[in-house]
C-alpha cells in the first residue's frame, strides 16, 4: 500500500509540496518556539533547584522598590528555625545591555558564597573568604567569554578584581554570575547597605512554610516565598510562557494541517471515480481509508521531517550566531523533536481523516458516474 | 464464500432450457440465476421501476449479450448482478452464493473474488502502468507481489500487450486499454465477467478484436455478460436478451 500512497503524492508533484511546505512551516515554528520554550525551561529549572532549600525575604515594596537593608539579617536570624540567614545584592553586569546577556552580579557575604552557591560547585580556585573585597568568582560561561583562569585580572565597573574561583557548568543562572564580596557590590554600585533579597536557610526539622509565615509575621516590612511558593510561582510563569510560544507554534501547525486536509479534499473529489473503480473491483472500506489516510499522514511526516531539519539548522545557527554575545535562547532537547514529529503526524491523519472517511463511505455506483 | 451465509448447492434443478447456447453450453451447469429481480428508484415520491421481475439463466461459458434501448435498465441490470446497487426485490444466485443476502461488508469480498468488471471508459488507473492496473486487482485480494505480477504479465501477454506493460493508460490506444481492462477482470478468476458497453468507445477494427477475445475466453468456459448497443457485437453472443422498459425477453 505504501508505494500507492508515495505514488499519489508524487503524482500531484508541486501540491504535495506546496502542502509538505504548510506543515514543514508549522512545525518549525513549533521547534523554534518550543526550543526557545524548552531553554527557559530548562535555565528556570536549574535555577530553581540551586535555591529551593531557602525562603526568599524581599522588601514588601518588592525586589526593585528597595527598602530591604543588611539591618533586616539580624532580624531574619532571631526568628525561632532560621539555621542561617544572608543577604544578596543582584545587578545587572552589563548596565549598557540592559542586562540582555543575561549576566548578573551576585554581591555575597564572602564567607557564606559557599553556602549561597550551593549545590554549584567549583571548577577550578575556591569560594570567596572572609577578608575579600576585590576578589571574584565567576560562572562557567562568563569564564568562557572572557578567556579568564584563577589568578587573572577582571574589570568591573571600573575596577580590577581578581578571579579566585570558577564555578563548574550547571546550565542555569548561576553560569553567568558575577559573584563578588557583598559590601564591595553596594560600594561599587552605590547601593549603601541595601540588599535585594535575604535568603534564610531553615533547620532541618523545621517546615519550611511555616518559618516562611513565622518570618513575614516577625520582621516588619518583608514578604516571603518559601521553596514550595517560588516552586509554584515559577512553574506558573513558566506555563504562560510556554502556552504562549507553544500555542503560537501550534497555531502555525494547524494552518499546516488544514493545507493538509484542503489538498486532501480536493484529492478526493478529483479522484471519486478512481475510488469507485477500486471499489468495484473488490477493494474494502478500510482500503480505500488505508489508502487516503496513509497519502495524508505520510504528507504529515514528510512536513514534520523537514519543518524538524530547518527547524534545528535555523535555532543551531541563531544559537552560534549570539553565542558571540552570550544570549542562549533556544534548546533542542529528544523530547521537543518527538513532541514535533507527533504532532505533525497527528495533524496529517486528523487533516486526512474526513476526506478518508468522504471517500470510504462513496457509493461505488454514484463514484463511478463521476465524470 | 462459506462465511457470506450462503449454501454452495448445485444450481442444476433450477436451471431451464437454454436452447440458443450457441457454444454447446447446454451440458454446463448453471453459474448464475436471476429469480423476480426488481429495481425500483424514487424520484421525489414517484418510483421508477429501472427492473421488473426479470429472470435469468446463465450458463458457464455463457457469451450473453444484454441489448436494449437507453435507460431501458441493462446498465442497472449490471449494476445489481455486479453487487454495485442492492435490488428492492428478487434474487441472484451467483456461483452457488445468494448476492442479495450478502452482507454489505462482504461485498468487496464477493466482486474480488466472483466478479469482474469491463466499463465502457475503460476505468483505468490515469497514474498506474498497464501491469499495475491489472495488479491492482490482486492486490486487493493479497495475493503476493510476485505471483500478481507474473499473472498480471502472463494476461497482457495473452492479450497481445506484451510490449505495453509498463504504458500509462494515457500512452495506450483505445483498444490496448480495453485490453488492459480485460486483463484486469480477469485478474482474479472470476465466476463471471460483467461488460458494459465495452465496444462503445472503439473504432470497428478494435470492437472485432474485443469480441474475438471474448469469444475466445468464453470457449475456455469464462462466463460473460455484455451490455451493449451494438447489433454486430450482439450477433457473436451465445444468446441475447433484450430489455426494455425494465422488462426482459429472453
Given at each position: 500500500m505504501l508505494d500507492l500512497i508515495i505514488r499519489n503524492i508524487t503524482n500531484r508533484k508541486i501540491r504535495s509540496a506546496l502542502t509538505i511546505c504548510g506543515i514543514a512551516l508549522g512545525i518549525f515554528a513549533v521547534i523554534v518556539m518550543g526550543a526557545m520554550s524548552e531553554n527557559f525551561n530548562q535555565t528556570f529549572?536549574?535555577?530553581?533547584?540551586?535555591?529551593?532549600?531557602?525562603?526568599?525575604?524581599?522588601?514588601?515594596s518588592g525586589v526593585f522598590g528597595g527598602g530591604l537593608t543588611d539591618d533586616k539579617v539580624s532580624d531574619v536570624l532571631r526568628v525561632a528555625g532560621v539555621k542561617d540567614a544572608y543577604g544578596i545584592l543582584m545587578t545587572t553586569f552589563d548596565e549598557d545591555k540592559m542586562g540582555m546577556t543575561g549576566k548578573q552580579i551576585l554581591g555575597v557575604p564572602p564567607e557564606k558564597s559557599s553556602v549561597a552557591l550551593y549545590p554549584v560547585e567549583l571548577k577550578s580556585g575556591r569560594f570567596l573568604n572572609?577578608?575579600?573585597?576585590?576578589?571574584?568568582?565567576?560562572?562557567?560561561?562568563?569564564?568562557?567569554?572572557?578567556?579568564?583562569?584563577?589568578?587573572?585580572?577582571?574589570?568591573?565597573?571600573?575596577?580590577?578584581?581578581?578571579?579566585?574561583?570558577?564555578?563548574?557548568?550547571?546550565?542555569?543562572?548561576?553560569?553567568?554570575?558575577?559573584?563578588?564580596?557583598?559590601?564591595?557590590?553596594?560600594?561599587?554600585?552605590?547601593?549603601?547597605?541595601?540588599?535585594?533579597?535575604?535568603?534564610?536557610?531553615?533547620?532541618e526539622r523545621v517546615d519550611a512554610e511555616m518559618l516562611s509565615k513565622r518570618i513575614e509575621l516577625s520582621v516588619k516590612g518583608t514578604s516571603t516565598l518559601s521553596p514550595k511558593e517560588l516552586e509554584v510561582q515559577a512553574e506558573q510563569s513558566f506555563m504562560i510562557f510556554s502556552v504562549i510560544t507553544i500555542s503560537s507554534g501550534l497555531l502555525a501547525a494547524?494552518?499546516?494541517?488544514?493545507?493538509?486536509?484542503?489538498?486532501?479534499?480536493?484529492?478526493?473529489?478529483?479522484?471519486?471515480?478512481?475510488?469507485?473503480?477500486?471499489?468495484?473491483?473488490?477493494?474494502?472500506?478500510?482500503?480505500?481509508?488505508?489508502?487516503?489516510?496513509?497519502?495524508?499522514?505520510?504528507?504529515?511526516?514528510?512536513?514534520?521531517t523537514l519543518g524538524i531539519i530547518v527547524g534545528v539548522v535555523a535555532v543551531h545557527i541563531i544559537n552560534a550566531w549570539l553565542a558571540t554575545t552570550r544570549i542562549v535562547l533556544f534548546m533542542i532537547t529528544p523530547r521537543l523533536l518527538i513532541i514535533a514529529m507527533l504532532f505533525a503526524l497527528l495533524i496529517g491523519a486528523l487533516s486526512g481523516l474526513y476526506p478518508a472517511y468522504r471517500a470510504s463511505k462513496m457509493s461505488p455506483m454514484e463514484a463511478l458516474k463521476h465524470a | 464464500m462459506p462465511d457470506a451465509g450462503i449454501g454452495g448447492e448445485s444450481l442444476?434443478?433450477?436451471?431451464?432450457?437454454?436452447?440458443?447456447?450457441?457454444?454447446?453450453?447446454?451440458?454446463?451447469?448453471?453459474?448464475?440465476?436471476?429469480?423476480?429481480?426488481?429495481?425500483?428508484?424514487?424520484?421525489?415520491?414517484?418510483?421508477?421501476?429501472?427492473?421488473?421481475?426479470?429472470?435469468?439463466?446463465?450458463?458457464?461459458?455463457d457469451l450473453l449479450a444484454i441489448m436494449g434501448p437507453s435507460g431501458s435498465g441493462k446498465s442497472t441490470l449490471l449494476a445489481l448482478?455486479?453487487?454495485?446497487?442492492?435490488?428492492?426485490?428478487?434474487?441472484?444466485?451467483?456461483?452457488?452464493?445468494?448476492?442479495?443476502?450478502?452482507?454489505?461488508?462482504?461485498?468487496?469480498?464477493?466482486?474480488?473474488?466472483k466478479i469482474g468488471f469491463i466499463f465502457q471508459h475503460y476505468n483505468l488507473v490515469p497514474t498506474l502502468s498497464a501491469l499495475e492496473n491489472v495488479e491492482l486487482a490482486m492486490r486487493f485480494s493479497k495475493v503476493t507481489k510476485k505471483d500478481r505480477r507474473e499473472r498480471a504479465k502472463s494476461l497482457l501477454e495473452d492479450l497481445g500487450l506484451g510490449d505495453r506493460l509498463n504504458h500509462k493508460p494515457a500512452e495506450l490506444s483505445g483498444g490496448e486499454?480495453?485490453?488492459?481492462?480485460?486483463?484486469?477482470?480477469?485478474?482474479?478468476?472470476?465466476?463471471?465477467?460483467?461488460?458494459?458497453?465495452?465496444?462503445?468507445?472503439?473504432?470497428?477494427?478494435?470492437?472485432?478484436?474485443?469480441?474475438?477475445?471474448?469469444?475466445?475466453?468464453?470457449?475456455?468456459?469464462?462466463?460473460?455478460?455484455?451490455?451493449?448497443?451494438?447489433?454486430?457485437?450482439?450477433?457473436?453472443?451465445?444468446?441475447?436478451?433484450?430489455?426494455?422498459?425494465?422488462?426482459?425477453?429472453?
Open positions: 529549572e536549574r535555577s530553581i533547584s540551586v535555591t529551593s532549600d531557602k525562603i526568599r525575604i524581599f522588601s514588601e572572609s577578608g575579600d573585597s576585590y576578589s571574584v568568582v565567576v560562572g562557567n560561561s562568563i569564564k568562557r567569554e572572557y578567556n579568564l583562569q584563577v589568578g587573572s585580572k577582571f574589570e568591573i565597573h571600573d575596577k580590577y578584581f581578581t578571579v579566585v574561583g570558577i564555578l563548574d557548568y550547571t546550565g542555569s543562572i548561576f553560569d553567568s554570575a558575577v559573584i563578588i564580596p557583598l559590601k564591595t557590590a553596594q560600594n561599587l554600585y552605590s547601593m549603601g547597605n541595601s540588599v535585594s533579597y535575604i535568603f534564610a536557610v531553615p533547620d494547524i494552518i499546516g494541517g488544514l493545507s493538509v486536509m484542503n489538498t486532501m479534499l480536493m484529492s478526493v473529489s478529483e479522484r471519486t471515480r478512481e475510488f469507485g473503480i477500486l471499489k468495484a473491483i473488490g477493494a474494502e472500506t478500510q482500503d480505500i481509508l488505508l489508502l487516503t489516510l496513509g497519502e495524508a499522514s505520510f504528507m504529515g511526516f514528510l512536513g514534520g | 442444476e434443478t433450477k436451471e431451464k432450457d437454454e436452447n440458443k447456447n450457441r457454444w454447446g453450453n447446454e451440458g454446463q451447469k448453471v453459474i448464475m440465476l436471476v429469480e423476480n429481480l426488481s429495481k425500483t428508484y424514487m424520484q421525489g415520491k414517484i418510483p421508477v421501476h429501472a427492473l421488473r421481475c426479470a429472470c435469468i439463466t446463465v450458463r458457464k461459458g448482478i455486479g453487487t454495485l446497487e442492492k435490488a428492492t426485490d428478487g434474487k441472484i444466485i451467483l456461483d452457488g452464493i445468494d448476492l442479495t443476502s450478502v452482507p454489505e461488508n462482504l461485498l468487496p469480498r464477493v466482486r474480488r473474488e486499454q480495453q485490453r488492459v481492462s480485460i486483463a484486469r477482470a480477469l485478474a482474479n478468476k472470476p465466476a463471471l465477467i460483467l461488460a458494459d458497453e465495452p465496444t462503445g468507445e472503439v473504432d470497428t477494427k478494435t470492437r472485432d478484436s474485443i469480441i474475438r477475445v471474448f469469444k475466445e475466453l468464453s470457449q475456455k468456459g469464462q462466463t460473460i455478460i455484455v451490455v451493449t448497443h451494438d447489433p454486430e457485437v450482439a450477433k457473436e453472443c451465445s444468446r441475447v436478451l433484450r430489455i426494455r422498459d425494465g422488462m426482459i425477453k429472453d
